[in-house]
Structure formats: structure tokens, C-alpha cells
């Protein structure tokens, strides 16, 4: 007994305290060893429900989208009177050519007025004595024609009233463009989408000699009214032919004598008038 008391006396209180520290140090120690490998003591990182959303958007997102234009709902727009008047009717309505009533002269006027709207639109559009039906132009509408006899008519004392043009069928701007499966993980490539779409736009061409003819020139050269060489006609055509082509379509652009530029219809290319000029000379013996 006294040995043992020796030696638990021989302890400082220095000692003492370090030796509970260190046990302190050695359990705090072993409590974090045990909570790192069991995984507890990291929190664990939960993304907010936003973003959970997004990611998973972004996931099922398609590669490529096609996008299609809309239709359009309503008629499309035709040539008002004024515009009417101006390349078909003017012609004759302004000089007065083959008896036509100048446009403005209400003494001329009067008469046909008198008749009725209905009367006088009948008439423009299955033609009248030296006035060809449809003045001339068998691509003008009903409410084309019916809108130039209301703009030479008012402007000659009535007060008709504009017609309102008759509905058409909807038609879509453009055709869907028929979009090529993309492989897997592969986008579809913009130029095949380009391609489609050009496919299915409209090609805008000019009107040919044949159509120009029948338009705008049948109305003199096929009757040889004031004096325009008739269609086929070679005795006719000869002496004009000797001129060249050249020179027949810089008069047929620019007008002489009684013609008038274009055939009176300034909407005309010149390409479309020379493709007339070939159209009628050729039928007559010219070989341009």
C-alpha cells in the first residue's frame, strides 16, 4: 500500500490535466473518424424546384423545330378602279377613241348613266359594239371591271357606290415544309429547312407575247382599228417588218401616232411589249 500511494503521489497536477485533455482530443477524434465514413456530417445540396424544372426541360427539349407559317383568312387584293382605268380603260376613254365617252364629259355621260349601274357593268364586261369585253384585258375580274366603270362614271356625275369584292377561298401563305428526321443526338441542318421552304415558293414570271397580245393589243390589231396593222396580215406587217425589230419595239414602248406607249398599259415591261411585238410580226411573216 505504501508503494502504490507513492506512486499516485508522484503524479503533478500538470500531468493530470494534460492526460484528460488528450482523452478529450482522442474521443472528439474518433466521434469525427466515424461521422466521415458513415457520410453524415456533409450536408446534403438539394437544387430548388426551378431548377429541377429547367434541367429537366433542357433535357427533353426536341433537337429542331419547324416552324410553319399561318394562313392567312381573306381574299386577296385586286386592282382598284382608278388602277383599272388607268391600264386598260384611258386608251379610249380619255380621247374618246371609237365613239368611247371621254371620261369627265357628262353630256356623254349622261345616257349611259341613265341605264343603271347593273346595265352599264354588263356591257364593260361582255363588251358593246367597238368596245371589246372586258376592255380588251380577259384578266380582269368582274369587280375589277365593275370597280373602273364606278371610277369613269363618278367622275362623269353618277354616285354609284364601289362594289365590295366577292370572297374568296382561303388560301395559305406557303405550304408546310416537310421536316427530315433528325438521327439521334443529330440537329436537323438549317439548309434543309431552307431548301423545303423554297420549294414550295411560287415562281413569278412575265406574261409571254401571246398573253401581252391578247390583253392589250387584240383590241386594235385585231380589227385594224385606227388604222393598227391586223393580226396575220402580211401585206399589212411588211413595210413595219423592213424596220427591224429594233425599231417596232421602241415604238411599241414609246408609242407613235395614234398608238400609245405600251398599248396604253404603262404596267407592262419592256420585255413583256417586245415579247408582243415578236408574237404579232412572227404571225405575219417575220422571222425575229
Keep these: 500500500m505504501s508503494n502504490v500511494d507513492n506512486e499516485a503521489n508522484g503524479y503533478s497536477l500538470g500531468q493530470i490535466l494534460l492526460a484528460v485533455f488528450a482523452g478529450v482530443v482522442g474521443i472528439v477524434a474518433f466521434v469525427v473518424i466515424v461521422a466521415k465514413i458513415f457520410g453524415v456530417t456533409d450536408p446534403v445540396e438539394v437544387d430548388e424546384p426551378v431548377a429541377v424544372v429547367a434541367k429537366l426541360e433542357e433535357n427533353i427539349k426536341p433537337v429542331a423545330v419547324v416552324e410553319v407559317a399561318e394562313e392567312v383568312s381573306g381574299a386577296p387584293v385586286g386592282k382598284s378602279g382608278a388602277e383599272v382605268v388607268t391600264a386598260v380603260c384611258s386608251m379610249c376613254h380619255t380621247a374618246g377613241l371609237m365613239n368611247a365617252p371621254k371620261i369627265g364629259d357628262s353630256g356623254q355621260w349622261e345616257p349611259r348613266i341613265a341605264q343603271g349601274y347593273e346595265t352599264l357593268v354588263k356591257h364593260a364586261i361582255e363588251g358593246i359594239r ?20 364606278v371610277e369613269m362614271a363618278n367622275a362623269s356625275g353618277a354616285k354609284f357606290t364601289v362594289p365590295t369584292p366577292k370572297a374568296a377561298e382561303t388560301a395559305p401563305v406557303a405550304k408546310e415544309a416537310e421536316a427530315v428526321p433528325a438521327k439521334a443526338g443529330e440537329p436537323t441542318k438549317s439548309s434543309d429547312l431552307v431548301a423545303a421552304a423554297a420549294a414550295s415558293a411560287p415562281v413569278v414570271a412575265g406574261k409571254n407575247g401571246e398573253e401581252v397580245y391578247k390583253s392589250a393589243c387584240l383590241m386594235c390589231h385585231g380589227a385594224g382599228l ?40 404603262p404596267a407592262l415591261s419592256d420585255a413583256e411589249v417586245a415579247a408582243a411585238v415578236k408574237h404579232m410580226a412572227n404571225a405575219a411573216g417575220a422571222g425575229f
Design 226 to 265: 385606227m388604222n393598227a396593222p391586223k393580226f396575220g396580215d402580211k401585206a399589212q406587217w411588211a413595210p413595219r417588218i423592213t424596220q427591224g425589230y429594233d425599231t417596232l419595239v421602241s415604238n411599241a414602248v414609246k408609242g407613235v401616232r395614234m398608238m400609245p406607249a405600251k398599248g396604253g398599259n
Design 130 to 149: 367597238t368596245m371589246p369585253a372586258r376592255g380588251g384585258n380577259p384578266a380582269l375580274t368582274d369587280d375589277e371591271v365593275a370597280s373602273a366603270v
